[in-house]
């Protein structure tokens, strides 16, 4: 392990990747305190302690906090996740964005500037709720939270807000492009372990008071022990499709011949499902935020808390929906049957072409639904928790749910892609002594 760790820095542009991203983050970090003018910050942490167990407190846990401080990255990187979500479904029935699709490069291209648009919509609508709806209703000890509420301070606002939400777009791009692993999921992950000191510490201060037991307490890490092995096993679980390649002769050489085989993962998707559905059930309180204090937003509010079943069932039902989506755009069995062909590749006992294709689909969808079923579970395993144990939501989220599987995902994907660099490396630098020389020339 600890000539692995060498290994890494001894990358000249392995470590150069693993600095940028830390770099970056960092900077997320920093300006998650950076408060927009105008805001009282002691009045604010008082208001915002009655949102702790609401989907309010579960958006402030997904971007480290930001939200409840009013800062610069109060809304995180949400808005861009919720204009590809919206993008990515119009391209399942609109003719344009499907036509884009196909166009290959310059389409995606076209798509991610789309997307971008979108991204500065939604971020202009949301911050205009907390801006000119939700921060100003709110007060604390008789103070209220906006110091000078009006024009200006929504106009601020609105501006700080979005310009905050583009720049971690920016950065996201920017990891994915020049480090490691993948931006936005990175920054997602940072802003949820961000708040586990702080969890850890009030259960901590529940045992010293007596509060709760130490016996619940190895029960609690014996649980969360289980649940971060089951993650990573449905992670890492694959169904493997055997493939050969026949044999042909070019000249006096034979290529071909080998067997080899199709990892069909169980969660081909990967945490993807997961903030995509997270993402549309904020849409809710968003709503409420337009609405004030009338009695449908507070149905609403209540309907979509997380002390109500609704919530959780609606939830499981878009883990599944959105498991199926995203695998269904990331993995085509049409496209990988006719690679197939093209390299004389074949599946023992199915003819080639479009029964291939069937039989792959016929396995992915299999392997998906449990698979879907699992990562729906695990999503809402906190509330059982919470029902079965009597524990807060802040500290259920790591025994399961969103927090934990977003965690586990993002972490082993930035692994697998530290490990590739590596192997890769290594394959060309550290296997051979010497570089293989040319032949001279007379």
Excluded at 31 to 42: N, R, T, Y
Excluded at 99 to 110: H, T, Y
Excluded at 268 to 293: E, N, R, Y
């Amino acid at each position: 392990m600890i000539d692995k760790i060498k290994s890494i820095f001894s990358i000249p542009e392995l470590r150069f990747r693993i600095l940028f991203t830390l770099g970056v983050l960092i900077v997320v970090r920093i300006g998650a305190h950076i408060p927009i003018p105008g805001v009282d910050g002691e009045a604010l942490t008082g208001a915002f302690s009655n949102f702790q167990n609401s989907l309010f407190g579960l958006f402030n846990t997904f971007v480290g906090g930001a939200f409840q401080k009013a800062s610069l990255f109060s809304l995180g990187i949400m808005p861009y996740i919720s204009s590809s979500i919206i993008i990515q479904l119009m391209g399942s029935v609109v003719p344009y964005f499907q036509r884009l699709q196909k166009e290959g490069e310059a389409g995606r291209k076209k798509i991610t500037q789309i997307t971008r648009y979108g991204t500065v919509l939604l971020a202009s609508m949301q911050s205009y709720g907390v801006v000119a709806v939700f921060l100003p209703s709110l007060t604390a000890g008789g103070k209220s939270v906006v110091v000078n509420p009006g024009f200006a301070f929504t106009f601020t606002g609105i501006v700080s807000m979005v310009t905050g939400t583009l720049f971690l777009m920016w950065l996201g791009e920017r990891v994915t492009e020049r480090g490691i692993g993948n931006g936005i999921s990175l920054i997602i992950m940072v802003g949820i372990v961000s708040a586990f000191p702080n969890v850890l510490l009030n259960e901590i201060t529940l045992v010293q008071e007596g509060v709760r037991g130490l016996l619940s307490e190895f029960i609690l890490a014996g649980i969360m022990f289980l649940i971060i092995c089951f993650v990573v096993l449905l992670t890492q679980g694959t169904r493997k499709i055997p493939v050969q390649y026949a044999k042909r002769v070019v000249g006096r050489k034979v290529y071909g011949g080998q067997n080899t085989h199709i990892p069909m993962r169980v969660n081909t998707a990967g945490v993807m499902p997961i903030i995509f559905a997270q993402s549309i059930m904020f849409i809710p309180s968003t709503v409420s935020t337009f609405l004030g204090d009338s009695p449908f937003a507070q149905s609403l509010l209540n309907w979509f808390s997380f002390e109500h079943p609704i919530y959780w069932t609606i939830f499981g039902l878009m883990i599944i929906f959105f498991t199926y989506f995203y695998t269904a755009i990331a993995f085509d069995p049409v496209q990988v049957s006719s690679t197939m062909k093209q390299q004389g590749g074949f599946i023992p006992g199915v003819r080639p072409g479009k029964r291939t294709a069937e039989y792959i689909d016929n396995i992915l969808t299999r392997v998906t639904l449990p698979g879907s079923i699992a990562l729906a579970f695990v999503a809402i395993f906190p509330y059982i928790l919470m029902k079965a144990m009597g524990i807060n939501y802040d500290f259920a989220s790591f025994f399961g749910g969103t927090s934990l599987l977003i965690i586990v995902g993002v972490a082993l994907d930035t692994l697998q892609q530290i490990e590739s660099h590596l192997m890769m490396r290594h394959y060309d630098g550290f296997l051979s002594k010497g570089k293989i020389r040319g032949r001279r020339r007379m």
